[in-house]
């Protein structure tokens, strides 16, 4: 059996501590977990919450894989239609590769109102564009060149 954590990067407003100690505490609860034996450790993503939630789950294991050497590091999730799925594959694969093979890589469709409303995207299209990621992932993670509308925007612009 494997055992993991799921600490939150949060900071509700009745014990509010500077985001960046939240940040510090969070990454050592990786180092702690590892030490203690845990087989994972997973982070969550939300956006514009009261309490600080993390909005950037590979930044945060990037940092974890640097501290660590064992403990796998996972997403819980990624909210795929908020994202382009090739950052998400290249960001992935850079934190794959800091931490020696320890990325689990998880995706979901969001489903909270005020995170979709606040960065413009429709929730009636939260499922088919988690579809449409998640099909765009397979391709880029399998076939050695992909070719997308995304990847062919003009650089100049």
Known sequence: MDIGIL?????????ATPIEQVYREGIEK???AERLGFDHFWTSEHHFAVDSWSPSLLTILAAAAARTTRIRLGTFIIILPFHQPWRVAEDAAAVDMISGGRLDLGVGPGWD???FES??????QRRPRMHEGLEALRRLFTE????TAASTTDSTT
């Open 144 to 147: 050695e060149r992909v070719t």
């Open 119 to 124: 960065l413009g995207v429709p929730i009636k």
């Open 113 to 115: 109102l005020n995170e």
């Open 30 to 32: 990786a180092v702690l």
């Open 7 to 15: 600490p939150e990067f949060r900071n509700p407003t009745q014990w």
